[in-house]
């Protein structure tokens, strides 16, 4: 079945750098876009960058446009989210999941937590 392993998620400071990953399996990466989403307590599931296929095109959230970098690895399935100068509103927990806008799977994994704070 679809699975989606995050990890790298920590307590940074403000203007720090974090580099998440995300393991996938359960279905053929390699033919599917990839996204990294986040989850603020009390607030929505939000789309923060999207990678497609090949990793040519990439897209992002405003906010996070110029201090975030989506990339993959089609030989090891996984898909990494490097943050940088990050902020306390960066703070949320981070999923993946296939496609490039919206999520492809009903499924989500754990989640891995980013909590920004001094």
């Known amino acids: 079945q679809v699975q989606f392993v995050e990890s790298g998620g920590a307590l940074v400071q403000p203007g720090g750098s974090l580099r998440l990953s995300c393991a996938a399996s359960g279905f053929t990466f390699s033919t599917n876009a990839m996204s990294w989403y986040r989850q603020a307590p009390g607030k929505e599931r939000e789309l923060v960058a999207g990678?497609?296929?090949?990793?040519?095109?990439?897209n992002y959230a405003d906010s996070v446009k110029g201090r975030f970098i989506i990339s993959r690895d089609n030989v090891k399935n996984t898909v990494s989210l490097q943050m940088n100068n990050l902020k306390p509103e960066d703070t949320a927990a981070y999923y993946c999941?296939?496609?490039?806008?919206?999520?492809?799977?009903?499924?989500w994994g754990q989640g891995t937590q980013v909590t920004v704070s001094s």
């Open positions: 990678i497609s296929i090949t990793g040519v095109r990439t």
């Open positions: 999941n296939a496609g490039y806008t919206m999520a492809v799977y009903s499924y």
